[in-house]
Structure formats: structure tokens, C-alpha cells
DNA sequence: ACCGCCGGGTGCC
DNA sequence: ACCGCCGGGTGCC
């Protein structure tokens, strides 16, 4: 009998699953900039450490506090099939609703199978913690099976902090002995001094750790990238009439052996009878399913649309190619045989295919909006133009929702919102047919696995499954589970397993984890850049790229203005410092640096409520903060939904998030705390952006004034049309109100130019690079480009010139806005031009650029985060000459 | 289960 | 013997 009072709610399905929450799983924010001047790895280190304990400690207690362990027993084995190994985990899991005790807790393996109960007595203790949430429960068989009754288990409690006494209290009041300090089997007791007590060691230290994630999670991405492919490279179906290049037929072939072959990954042995997956030594006795599919990580400009088209045509059912009819009753086939020799035979490919859906044929692409038309174009560009490729846009409310309709086509593409849109609806038409393959174009949009399209995605379906993107992690680790869930890959799309056998032993510097993961996604990615090779050549040729720094002097008045705001800057920081506090008011030292790059721009760029800062009331500062936040990023994110702040509000924490995400935050909770720094936050306090916006930027073009680093492109610029007046040019900065200032001189001088920034909607930037892109006569030599506006993924080949208006913190987001030009189609060699303002902010921040590489490496030597604490604040000191 | 537990058979040494 | 001890039956939650 159940003798707990305040038992929690039952699930309604009769299973509570320990790792998951619902009041935890259902507001949460994963990676995403959120509030940071982004681009800055000092402060997108700093606040991801701060979002990290956040939901390290909350959202998934995961790496909560080790509270301790005990052993125990699982009973009943002989009764059920689950299969474990010695040392292998576990995952415990209530049944409340076991007719012989509401206590019941039952054992499973990776894979789900049952493998027994947990002892009676034992199972009351297990299900009183974690109805009541106090603490998360790991289990692993330290000894794996003796007999066919019973087996040890090692079970070991995870939670917050404050949740300790009462689960100690609870354990050693039932006469359980909960075993504290080093377990021996496993270095899960680390993980107890990892997050210390002290919120600020427990940012750092995570702060730390994101580091090493980041930097090697990156590295052996770059490391699989290089590597050489035992794949020949296929051939394209006689129908494209556009030919592969080497490395497309390459990723082609790689992508029908990820469809067709039979064969296990290479972490699956056979033993005894059983299969046995290396990673998380387990076995199942059921071959297990093999995931038909993977991700396309190329970089942008690859071709990774092409090759896509390509697989559709060439690997229909069988590994045989889609033919087509031209017309239905036409006798005449167009057969098109696949040149090369076909990676499976058909019989294999037959035989592992078995069980589909032999109906299924229809191809699913989904995609963002704005490159919804791309591929209506390649499609239309690359298939020849004699057959008759079935291919229907689902978009629009007359869209066809018929599903036989849908499921006779070749193709079918829609957009990620559509998707969602349906999936909450009812009887969506897209999950009831049945595909032969999807595909997530720009697949990292999915990484965030409480939004609807993701939960939408996942539910789809089909035998095959995509997903193309050029940034296959984003932020972090936690980005890539979303792509293994949606490819079902077994057993980490299940989200313990991944938190227990990758992530969290990377996040904690564990080698073999690191192994495992890289095993992991090796067998399901196909990555190249842009300096990838195949066959000792390089992928694509491109134009030379060169950058020159040019110097501007500030004027006399301008470098007294300048000045005076340094000095008001330095009072204020060296007072921090001196404090030791200068994390503490980061937000403010950031304010104050943004303010003295501004002025390296144009004086007039914070507006009019430039000075004394520290006598506005907070609600006056904290809009100014949101404005600082808004014009640096342009582009923000929301850190609750991910995508670009929509309605932003900020709290007095200085956080920015869309009004009604962080609303719902709020209203989810009893007392809601900032997702990014865990303080209280209150709807009442909520600050929002004023509407003098709009007039405020007419004040700035009525008073307009010219600024030495005005002068300095102008100047560069008329010289450029003096010598050729073909050349393009993209104009970028970070500050979106300096775009607007420039537009002022670019019109007087004549110049025809366009405007992107975050604050256009995707079918207005899409208007725009059209129009950039395009030859016609008229069209605008020059763009102005706010440094992250429109993400990866935009072409503007036409422009061979970047003016870099002011250096940004990460080179690397230089490097991508370069990489805009600077790819695929350009012919001219591309010159990059920086401006730097001499004795200021800006050359500190180039040194420090160019320390960065040194720094990064330093971060992962022995230093302890004590030591990088102080390099941080060293840093701020270097800029501002303290 | 090469256990623990139960309950019946049994009973000085 | 209203015990102890023995050995067979039995066995998750």
C-alpha cells in the first residue's frame, strides 16, 4: 500500500518515468543566444554558464547534486525479456498503477524492455522520491545477471541542493544506508564538487566546461569532416541535367548507402546470440532497427539541395531509381538507370525493407519559408525538363490536403510552419501519409525539442529520414539530441540515455564520452567544408580573399567626446574591479564598451540618452540596455523560443524575450525566475520598448552629422566607382542605427543601394538579395548589412567588397558574414576592408582578436576556472587600459 | 534461489 | 512442544 501523503500526481498513462517532468519539460530554453551581444565569446561564454546552471540545476537536474548511492536489488527477472550486461544502466520507472503495489517501480533497459521490479520495500523509498521530485534516480547493474531471479543494483540519487536533507532523511528513515562519497564504479561523484554550492564557482565551472564542450565538439566535427570516405561516388540518374560534381556524387553515394544498406553501424557486434551495442553495452535480442537516413552537414554552398534532388531520383524503392511517366498511360518509360554500380543489390536493399510501406513513394521536404522557392527553382533548374516530376507545395490555405493526393507525388514540399500548424490542428493529412523520406532542410531549426515543429517533425511518418544543415551544432551539445531523436537513433533518441551515456560525461571532460559521441554521429554524418578535399583536390575553388585594416583618426572634438565617455567608463569599471565584482555587473561593463565602440562609429549613435546612465531610473537604464541589445545583435534571439525576439521586452535582470514567451514563463510558475540568470522575475516589471523609436531616428537624420569613419568609407567607396563601377560592395555593422546613419551620405552621393537587417521579414530580405543579386541594369552596387541579420545561409556572390564598419568581438562571425560573398559563384577575388579607429576601444579589441585562438587553447589547459575568472576581467582591463 | 520465507512434520540421547 | 529443528515447497510487483 501507498503510505506517502502528497504523492504527486499519477500520469495518466500509468507510467512515470523518473528523468521526465512535466512541469520541467514544459518551459524551457535550450541553447540560443538570448541576452548577449552574441557575437562576443566572452559574454556568450559567460551567459551560456549562467543559462547552464540555470537548467543544469532546474530544468534537468541531470548534473544536479550526486546526493549519494545504494544498493538494492531488481526482482522478477525471469518473468520479462530485457536484456542487461554488467555495468550497463537502467532506467527506473514508476508504476503507479501496478495492481499488486502502487509503489511499484519497474527496471528497464536501454531500450526499454523491462527487465524486473525493484524489491518491495525498496520500491515504497524509490517511489515516495521521486513522486515528490525530490531527487532523480540512476540505476546501474554493477554485477549484470547471476541468475534468473534477482540482481544488484546500484542506484544513485541526483538532485537539487535544498532537496538533499529530505531524501537522506527519507532513506535512512526506512533503515537504507545511502552510500555518500566516491561510489568507485563510477565518477558520477565528481560531478558533486562540479556544481558547488557557490552560485558563482558553479557558473564558472560550467562556464568552463561549455568551453571544452564547444571547442572539441567542434573539433572532431571538423576532424570527421576531413576524413576520407570509403564511398565511391554515384553517378546521378540520366533525368538531372545538371552534373555532380565530385564531391555531390560523393555525399549521393553516401546518402543510398544510408538508405539501402542492411548492415548495423559499427558500435552493433554480434554476441552471443544477441546484439550488443558498444556504447552503452547493452544487448537486445531483436536486430535493431537501423536508421534509414542521416544528416547532410555540408557547408553552405555544397550543393546540398542538388545532391538531395539527386538521392530522390536515383534510390527510389530497391535501390532503383525513380522513373517517371511523362504521361500516365504513356507505354514509353523513361527508364533512368543508374550509371553507377549500385551500392546494395536489390535483393539486399529488398530484404531489409521488407516491412515498409512498399506504397510509400512521396518525398516530404520541409523547409523555412524563405527557401521555399529555391527549391522549387533547383528542382525546376535540375530535373530534366521532359519529366514529369510530380512535385506539389503544400503551403497556402488552398493547399490540397487530400492524403492520396499527397501520398501519388513525387515530392512534397511545405514549410516548418505549415507542419506545425497542422500537427496542432486535427487529423493533420502530412501525418497520415506515408513517406518514403523526409527531409528537415536547415535541420538545426528543429534543435529545440519543446517547440511545436519539433515535437510536430518528430511525429511524422516514414522509412527515411534527412536532415540537411550547414551548422549542425549550434550552441551546443544539447543541439545534436533533437537531430538523433528525429533520426531515431536507437536508444538516444530516448533522452536518458543520452543525458547518461553522452551528454553529460562530455560536459564533464570524460574522454570516452567524447568517444562514444563522436562514434555516434560518425555513422549517421556526412560533413565537408569549404577547404574539405576529395581526392586531394578541394571541393570548390574559390576567388583569393585579402583583408586590410585601414586606420581612421578621430577628429579633435570627436576624440574629446570620446574621451569623456571612456573616463565616466573606466571610473566605473576600475570600481568593479576593485570590488571584485566585475562579473557581477556585467551587464553594465558591456553597456559602457558598447557605448565607446558606438562612439568609434558615430556620435550620435546611442541617441540622447547618452550620458550619466547611472542617474536614469532603472526602468530608463533598462531601456537602454534593450536598446543596446537590440541594435548590437539586430537579429536576437529569444532564449525561450529561439527565433528572432519578437514584441521584446526586457526584464530588470536585463534579459530580452519576446513579451509572450517570457509571459508564459512566468504564468507557468508559482514564483517564475529569468531563464537566463534564475532571478525573480514579475510580469508587472516587465520593460518594454518604447514607440519613440520611429522618431527618435527621424531626430537622428535631421541633426545628421558626418563622423571620421563615415568619411573614411565615403571616401573608399566614391574611389571604388571612380575605378569600377561594377563592383559591389557590402557595407556591414553591427549597429543598425549606424546603417541608417549612412544611408544619408550614400544618397547624397548618388549611390543605388539596398538595406538587410534583423528587423526585416523573411519575405522582405528575400526581396532584397534578389535584388542585389540580380544583374539587371539599375540594380544597387551596395548593401547595407547589419552584421547578423538573415543567419547562415544567404548568397550575396554579387558582392566582391565587405566594408566592416567596426570589428565585432568572435572574427568567426566576421568570417561568416564574409563567407556571404565569399563562396560558391564568385568570381572576382573578394577584398575585405576593416575600419579601426586608432587609440581605442576598437584596436584593444583587435589585439585581443588576435589573442583569441591563444585564449581559447589556455582555457582548456590546467587552468582552473579560478584562474580564467581573473583572465576574463584581465581582458575587460586590457580594453579599457585599467 | 548454492537464498529467505512459509508452514507442516516432528520431537531425549 | 503454546517450543526448536528439519527439510520440502516455493518464489516480482
Given at each position: 500500500?501507498?503510505?506517502?501523503?502528497?504523492?504527486?500526481?499519477?500520469?495518466?498513462?500509468?507510467?512515470?518515468?523518473?528523468?521526465?517532468?512535466?512541469?520541467?519539460?514544459?518551459?524551457?530554453?535550450?541553447?540560443?543566444?538570448?541576452?548577449?551581444?552574441?557575437?562576443?565569446?566572452?559574454?556568450?561564454?559567460?551567459?551560456?554558464?549562467?543559462?547552464?546552471?540555470?537548467?543544469?540545476?532546474?530544468?534537468?537536474?541531470?548534473?544536479?547534486?550526486?546526493?549519494?548511492?545504494?544498493?538494492?536489488?531488481?526482482?522478477?527477472?525471469?518473468?520479462?525479456?530485457?536484456?542487461?550486461?554488467?555495468?550497463?544502466?537502467?532506467?527506473?520507472?514508476?508504476?503507479?498503477?501496478?495492481?499488486?503495489?502502487?509503489?511499484?517501480?519497474?527496471?528497464?533497459?536501454?531500450?526499454?524492455?523491462?527487465?524486473?521490479?525493484?524489491?518491495?520495500?525498496?520500491?515504497?523509498?524509490?517511489?515516495?522520491?521521486?513522486?515528490?521530485?525530490?531527487?532523480?534516480?540512476?540505476?546501474?547493474?554493477?554485477?549484470?545477471?547471476?541468475?534468473?531471479?534477482?540482481?544488484?543494483?546500484?542506484?544513485?540519487?541526483?538532485?537539487?541542493?535544498?532537496?538533499?536533507?529530505?531524501?537522506?532523511?527519507?532513506?535512512?528513515?526506512?533503515?537504507?544506508?545511502?552510500?555518500?562519497?566516491?561510489?568507485?564504479?563510477?565518477?558520477?561523484?565528481?560531478?558533486?564538487?562540479?556544481?558547488?554550492?557557490?552560485?558563482?564557482?558553479?557558473?564558472?565551472?560550467?562556464?568552463?566546461?561549455?568551453?571544452?564542450?564547444?571547442?572539441?565538439?567542434?573539433?572532431?566535427?571538423?576532424?570527421?569532416?576531413?576524413?576520407?570516405?570509403?564511398?565511391?561516388?554515384?553517378?546521378?540518374?540520366?533525368?538531372?541535367?545538371?552534373?555532380?560534381?565530385?564531391?555531390?556524387?560523393?555525399?549521393?553515394?553516401?546518402?543510398?548507402?544510408?538508405?539501402?544498406?542492411?548492415?548495423?553501424?559499427?558500435?552493433?557486434?554480434?554476441?552471443?546470440?544477441?546484439?550488443?551495442?558498444?556504447?552503452?553495452?547493452?544487448?537486445?535480442?531483436?536486430?535493431?532497427?537501423?536508421?534509414?537516413?542521416?544528416?547532410?552537414?555540408?557547408?553552405?554552398?555544397?550543393?546540398?539541395?542538388?545532391?538531395?534532388?539527386?538521392?530522390?531520383?536515383?534510390?527510389?524503392?530497391?535501390?532503383?531509381?525513380?522513373?517517371?511517366?511523362?504521361?500516365?498511360?504513356?507505354?514509353?518509360?523513361?527508364?533512368?538507370?543508374?550509371?553507377?554500380?549500385?551500392?546494395?543489390?536489390?535483393?539486399?536493399?529488398?530484404?531489409?525493407?521488407?516491412?515498409?510501406?512498399?506504397?510509400?513513394?512521396?518525398?516530404?521536404?520541409?523547409?523555412?519559408?524563405?527557401?521555399?522557392?529555391?527549391?522549387?527553382?533547383?528542382?525546376?533548374?535540375?530535373?530534366?525538363?521532359?519529366?514529369?516530376?510530380?512535385?506539389?507545395?503544400?503551403?497556402?490555405?488552398?493547399?490540397?490536403?487530400?492524403?492520396?493526393?499527397?501520398?501519388?507525388?513525387?515530392?512534397?514540399?511545405?514549410?516548418?510552419?505549415?507542419?506545425?500548424?497542422?500537427?496542432?490542428?486535427?487529423?493533420?493529412?502530412?501525418?497520415?501519409?506515408?513517406?518514403?523520406?523526409?527531409?528537415?532542410?536547415?535541420?538545426?531549426?528543429?534543435?529545440?525539442?519543446?517547440?511545436?515543429?519539433?515535437?510536430?517533425?518528430?511525429?511524422?511518418?516514414?522509412?527515411?529520414?534527412?536532415?540537411?544543415?550547414?551548422?549542425?551544432?549550434?550552441?551546443?551539445?544539447?543541439?545534436?539530441?533533437?537531430?538523433?531523436?528525429?533520426?531515431?537513433?536507437?536508444?538516444?533518441?530516448?533522452?536518458?540515455?543520452?543525458?547518461?551515456?553522452?551528454?553529460?560525461?562530455?560536459?564533464?571532460?570524460?574522454?570516452?564520452?567524447?568517444?562514444?559521441?563522436?562514434?555516434?554521429?560518425?555513422?549517421?554524418?556526412?560533413?565537408?567544408?569549404?577547404?574539405?578535399?576529395?581526392?586531394?583536390?578541394?571541393?570548390?575553388?574559390?576567388?583569393?580573399?585579402?583583408?586590410?585594416?585601414?586606420?581612421?583618426?578621430?577628429?579633435?572634438?570627436?576624440?574629446?567626446?570620446?574621451?569623456?565617455?571612456?573616463?565616466?567608463?573606466?571610473?566605473?569599471?576600475?570600481?568593479?574591479?576593485?570590488?571584485?565584482?566585475?562579473?557581477?555587473?556585467?551587464?553594465?561593463?558591456?553597456?559602457?564598451?558598447?557605448?565607446?565602440?558606438?562612439?568609434?562609429?558615430?556620435?550620435?549613435?546611442?541617441?540622447?540618452?547618452?550620458?550619466?546612465?547611472?542617474?536614469?531610473?532603472?526602468?530608463?537604464?533598462?531601456?537602454?540596455?534593450?536598446?543596446?541589445?537590440?541594435?548590437?545583435?539586430?537579429?536576437?534571439?529569444?532564449?525561450?523560443?529561439?527565433?528572432?525576439?519578437?514584441?521584446?521586452?526586457?526584464?530588470?535582470?536585463?534579459?530580452?524575450?519576446?513579451?509572450?514567451?517570457?509571459?508564459?514563463?512566468?504564468?507557468?510558475?508559482?514564483?517564475?525566475?529569468?531563464?537566463?540568470?534564475?532571478?525573480?522575475?514579475?510580469?508587472?516589471?516587465?520593460?518594454?520598448?518604447?514607440?519613440?523609436?520611429?522618431?527618435?531616428g527621424?531626430?537622428l537624420l535631421?541633426?545628421w552629422?558626418?563622423?571620421?569613419?563615415v568619411?573614411?568609407?565615403?571616401?573608399?567607396?566614391?574611389?571604388?566607382?571612380?575605378?569600377?563601377?561594377?563592383?559591389?560592395?557590402?557595407v556591414?555593422?553591427?549597429?543598425t542605427r549606424f546603417l541608417t546613419i549612412l544611408e544619408i551620405p550614400l544618397r547624397e552621393e548618388?549611390f543605388?543601394f539596398v538595406r538587410?537587417d534583423?528587423?526585416?521579414?523573411?519575405?522582405?530580405?528575400?526581396?532584397?538579395?534578389?535584388?542585389?543579386?540580380?544583374?539587371?541594369?539599375?540594380?544597387?552596387?551596395i548593401?547595407l548589412?547589419?552584421?547578423?541579420?538573415?543567419?547562415?545561409?544567404?548568397?550575396?556572390?554579387?558582392?566582391?567588397?565587405?566594408?566592416?564598419?567596426?570589428?565585432?568581438?568572435?572574427?568567426?562571425?566576421?568570417?561568416?558574414?564574409?563567407?556571404?560573398?565569399?563562396?560558391?559563384?564568385?568570381?572576382?577575388?573578394?577584398?575585405?576592408?576593416?575600419?579601426?579607429?586608432?587609440?581605442?576601444?576598437?584596436?584593444?579589441?583587435?589585439?585581443?582578436?588576435?589573442?583569441?585562438?591563444?585564449?581559447?587553447?589556455?582555457?582548456?589547459?590546467?587552468?582552473?576556472?579560478?584562474?580564467?575568472?581573473?583572465?576574463?576581467?584581465?581582458?575587460?582591463?586590457?580594453?579599457?587600459?585599467?
Open positions: 500500500m501507498c503510505a506517502h501523503p502528497g504523492v504527486g500526481p499519477w500520469g495518466n498513462t500509468g507510467l512515470l518515468v523518473n528523468c521526465v517532468s512535466g512541469t520541467m519539460q514544459s518551459r524551457r530554453w535550450f541553447g540560443g543566444a538570448g541576452f548577449s551581444f552574441a557575437d562576443d565569446p566572452v559574454t556568450e561564454t559567460l551567459s551560456q554558464a549562467i543559462r547552464g546552471t540555470g537548467e543544469e540545476l532546474d530544468r534537468e537536474p541531470d548534473t544536479g547534486v550526486l546526493f549519494g548511492s545504494l544498493r538494492g536489488s531488481v526482482v522478477g527477472l525471469r518473468y520479462y525479456t530485457g536484456v542487461v550486461n554488467k555495468g550497463e544502466m537502467v532506467s527506473l520507472v514508476r508504476q503507479p498503477q501496478n495492481p499488486y503495489d502502487r509503489n511499484a517501480v519497474m527496471v528497464a533497459n536501454v531500450y526499454g524492455s523491462q527487465v524486473g521490479h525493484i524489491k518491495r520495500e525498496l520500491a515504497a523509498l524509490l517511489a515516495n522520491i521521486m513522486d515528490n521530485n525530490l531527487a532523480r534516480v540512476e540505476g546501474v547493474v554493477p554485477f549484470g545477471v547471476k541468475n534468473q531471479f534477482t540482481m544488484s543494483v546500484v542506484l544513485s540519487f541526483w538532485g537539487k541542493e535544498e532537496n538533499r536533507d529530505a531524501v537522506v532523511r527519507q532513506i535512512t528513515s526506512r533503515s537504507f544506508k545511502l552510500q555518500t562519497g566516491p561510489t568507485g564504479t563510477h565518477t558520477h561523484a565528481d560531478t558533486g564538487t562540479l556544481i558547488a554550492s557557490s552560485w558563482v564557482i558553479s557558473c564558472l565551472t560550467v562556464c568552463v566546461c561549455l568551453i571544452w564542450e564547444r571547442f572539441h565538439v567542434c573539433r572532431w566535427f571538423q576532424r570527421s569532416a576531413q576524413e576520407d570516405y570509403k564511398i565511391g561516388e554515384r553517378e546521378a540518374v540520366e533525368v538531372m541535367c545538371t552534373p555532380l560534381l565530385p564531391h555531390q556524387k560523393q555525399a549521393l553515394s553516401w546518402m543510398c548507402v544510408c538508405e539501402n544498406n542492411v548492415a548495423l553501424p559499427h558500435f552493433w557486434e554480434v554476441k552471443g546470440g544477441l546484439f550488443y551495442n558498444t556504447l552503452t553495452h547493452s544487448s537486445v535480442r531483436e536486430r535493431p532497427q537501423r536508421v534509414r537516413g542521416g544528416i547532410l552537414a555540408d557547408d553552405m554552398g555544397l550543393g546540398k539541395t542538388l545532391t538531395t534532388i539527386a538521392l530522390i531520383l536515383s534510390n527510389f524503392h530497391h535501390g532503383k531509381p525513380l522513373y517517371t511517366h511523362p504521361h500516365p498511360f504513356d507505354e514509353c518509360i523513361i527508364w533512368c538507370v543508374s550509371q553507377g554500380k549500385s551500392v546494395v543489390s536489390p535483393v539486399e536493399a529488398a530484404s531489409s525493407q521488407s516491412t515498409d510501406d512498399p506504397a510509400a513513394r512521396a518525398t516530404l521536404i520541409i523547409c523555412p519559408l524563405s527557401v521555399l522557392s529555391n527549391w522549387l527553382d533547383q528542382l525546376d533548374q535540375h530535373v530534366r525538363a521532359d519529366v514529369k516530376l510530380n512535385v506539389y507545395l503544400y503551403y497556402g490555405s488552398e493547399r490540397n490536403r487530400d492524403t492520396h493526393f499527397l501520398s501519388s507525388q513525387h515530392v512534397v514540399l511545405t514549410t516548418y510552419n505549415v507542419l506545425s500548424a497542422e500537427y496542432s490542428g486535427s487529423a493533420s493529412p502530412l501525418h497520415t501519409v506515408s513517406w518514403l523520406r523526409v527531409v528537415l532542410d536547415e535541420g538545426h531549426i528543429i534543435r529545440n525539442p519543446n517547440a511545436q515543429q519539433s515535437k510536430a517533425v518528430l511525429k511524422l511518418n516514414t522509412q527515411r529520414r534527412w536532415i540537411l544543415t550547414g551548422t549542425p551544432i549550434q550552441n551546443n551539445l544539447r543541439d545534436l539530441w533533437m537531430l538523433v531523436a528525429f533520426l531515431r537513433l536507437k536508444p538516444f533518441d530516448v533522452r536518458e540515455w543520452w543525458n547518461r551515456v553522452i551528454q553529460r560525461p562530455v560536459t564533464q571532460g570524460d574522454k570516452t564520452g567524447l568517444q562514444n559521441l563522436q562514434a555516434l554521429v560518425k555513422c549517421v554524418t556526412l560533413r565537408r567544408t569549404k577547404t574539405s578535399r576529395v581526392c586531394g583536390r578541394p571541393l570548390v575553388s574559390l576567388p583569393e580573399r585579402s583583408v586590410r585594416i585601414e586606420e581612421v583618426e578621430l577628429t579633435q572634438k570627436e576624440r574629446e567626446e570620446y574621451e569623456l565617455a571612456r573616463t565616466e567608463g573606466r571610473t566605473t569599471i576600475s570600481r568593479y574591479v576593485a570590488e571584485g565584482t566585475v562579473l557581477k555587473n556585467y551587464a553594465d561593463v558591456l553597456a559602457i564598451l558598447v557605448r565607446l565602440r558606438q562612439f568609434c562609429c558615430h556620435p550620435d549613435l546611442l541617441g540622447k540618452t547618452t550620458t550619466h546612465t547611472a542617474d536614469l531610473l532603472l526602468r530608463e537604464r533598462l531601456i537602454v540596455k534593450l536598446r543596446l541589445v537590440l541594435g548590437t545583435g539586430s537579429d536576437e534571439e529569444c532564449a525561450v523560443c529561439l527565433n528572432s525576439v519578437r514584441l521584446p521586452v526586457i526584464t530588470h535582470c536585463a534579459h530580452v524575450y519576446c513579451r509572450p514567451c517570457i509571459a508564459q514563463v512566468i504564468r507557468s510558475e508559482q514564483v517564475a525566475r529569468c531563464p537566463l540568470c534564475r532571478g525573480q522575475i514579475k510580469a508587472s516589471e516587465l520593460v518594454e520598448f518604447p514607440l519613440e523609436e520611429e522618431e527618435e527621424s531626430n535631421e541633426n552629422r558626418s563622423s571620421s569613419k568619411e573614411a568609407l565615403m571616401s573608399s567607396l566614391l574611389r571604388l566607382r571612380s575605378e569600377d563601377d561594377s563592383i559591389r560592395s557590402l556591414v555593422s553591427q549597429f548618388g543605388k538587410l534583423g528587423t526585416m521579414s523573411q519575405k522582405r530580405r528575400a526581396q532584397v538579395i534578389q535584388e542585389f543579386q540580380s544583374d539587371a541594369p539599375g540594380s544597387p552596387l548593401m548589412l547589419s552584421l547578423k541579420a538573415g543567419g547562415v545561409g544567404i548568397n550575396l556572390s554579387a558582392a566582391s567588397r565587405v566594408f566592416l564598419m567596426d570589428p565585432a568581438w568572435n572574427p568567426a562571425v566576421e568570417d561568416q558574414c564574409v563567407d556571404r560573398c565569399h563562396r560558391l559563384g564568385q568570381k572576382r577575388d573578394v577584398v575585405i576592408t576593416k575600419f579601426i579607429v586608432k587609440g581605442s576601444v576598437e584596436e584593444n579589441m583587435v589585439k585581443i582578436q588576435r589573442q583569441k585562438q591563444d585564449l581559447v587553447e589556455k582555457a582548456f589547459g590546467t587552468k582552473n576556472p579560478g584562474e580564467r575568472n581573473t583572465s576574463r576581467v584581465d581582458e575587460i582591463r586590457a580594453l579599457m587600459e585599467l
